[in-house]
């Protein structure tokens, strides 16, 4: 599902009293905690709603808040906090390090993200050296960075010869010159070709 960046998150903490009707001080604690939170300025929403746990996390998990915090006696009596990243993992904290403790698991959030989307973006390009035999050969969503440096009617032949659009040039062009895919003279033109919806 969506998990948003903590730095656009509207919310980047969602705190969830769990079992509050076993202790009274649940409540209270958890609002002290999105308290300390705000005075730290992270955004922090408290979600005391009478419904069943499972139902709030999938609440928060489609509205893409990086960080879930629970608090139950249990974590009361050990003067704790239960903390579930987006991301992966839950762990159980000391109360007394939350405004770190949750500061670093944000920053934290933000590198896996950057780190996903970068691995994906990688996993989606490839260099094109030569003309398909026919487009289907071409696999389906990527991105090719081709040496490309004709006319129109050249962009047409590449266009048509492998079913994608040109992109545009890149802002960094090659280093050393490259044959173009098309006019066979040396370029350092580097474009993008991918399939456009």
């Given at each position: 599902?969506?998990?948003?960046?903590?730095?656009?998150a509207?919310?980047?903490?969602?705190?969830?009293?769990?079992?509050?009707?076993?202790?009274?001080?649940?409540?209270?604690?958890?609002?002290?905690?999105?308290?300390?939170?705000?005075?730290s300025?992270?955004?922090?929403?408290?979600?005391?709603?009478?419904?069943?746990p499972?139902?709030?996390?999938?609440?928060?998990?489609?509205?893409?808040?990086?960080?879930?915090?629970?608090?139950?006696?249990?974590?009361?009596?050990?003067d704790?906090?239960?903390?579930t990243?987006?991301?992966?993992g839950?762990d159980s904290?000391?109360?007394?390090?939350?405004?770190?403790t949750?500061?670093?698991?944000?920053?934290?959030?933000?590198?896996?993200?950057?780190a996903?989307s970068?691995?994906?973006?990688?996993?989606?390009?490839a260099?094109?050296q030569?003309l398909?035999?026919k487009?289907?050969?071409?696999?389906e969503?990527?991105?090719?960075?081709?040496?490309f440096?004709?006319?129109?009617?050249?962009?047409?032949?590449l266009?048509?010869s492998?079913?994608?659009?040109?992109?545009?040039?890149?802002?960094?062009?090659?280093?050393?010159?490259r044959?173009c895919?098309?006019?066979?003279?040396?370029t350092?033109r580097?474009?993008?070709?991918?399939?456009?919806?």
């Amino acid at each position: 599902g969506l998990i948003m960046p903590p730095s656009i998150a509207p919310i980047q903490v969602v705190v969830m009293p769990v079992a509050a009707h076993l202790d009274e001080a649940v409540e209270p604690q958890a609002s002290t905690i999105v308290e300390r939170l705000k005075k730290s300025g992270i955004r922090a929403r408290l979600d005391s709603r009478d419904m069943r746990p499972g139902a709030k996390h999938y609440d928060w998990e489609i509205k893409g808040v990086p960080l879930r915090i629970e608090i139950g006696p249990r974590d009361l009596s050990s003067d704790s906090f239960v903390m579930t990243l987006r991301t992966g993992g839950k762990d159980s904290h000391p109360i007394d390090v939350l405004e770190e403790t949750v500061s670093k698991s944000l920053k934290g959030v933000s590198t896996e993200l950057r780190a996903r989307s970068s691995n994906l973006m990688e996993s989606k390009m490839a260099v094109l050296q030569s003309l398909p035999q026919k487009p289907s050969d071409l696999d389906e969503g990527m991105v090719y960075e081709v040496a490309f440096d004709g006319n129109d009617a050249d962009a047409e032949k590449l266009e048509k010869s492998t079913n994608l659009t040109l992109l545009g040039d890149l802002l960094e062009p090659y280093e050393a010159p490259r044959i173009c895919i098309i006019t066979g003279k040396a370029t350092l033109r580097r474009q993008h070709l991918a399939r456009m919806y």
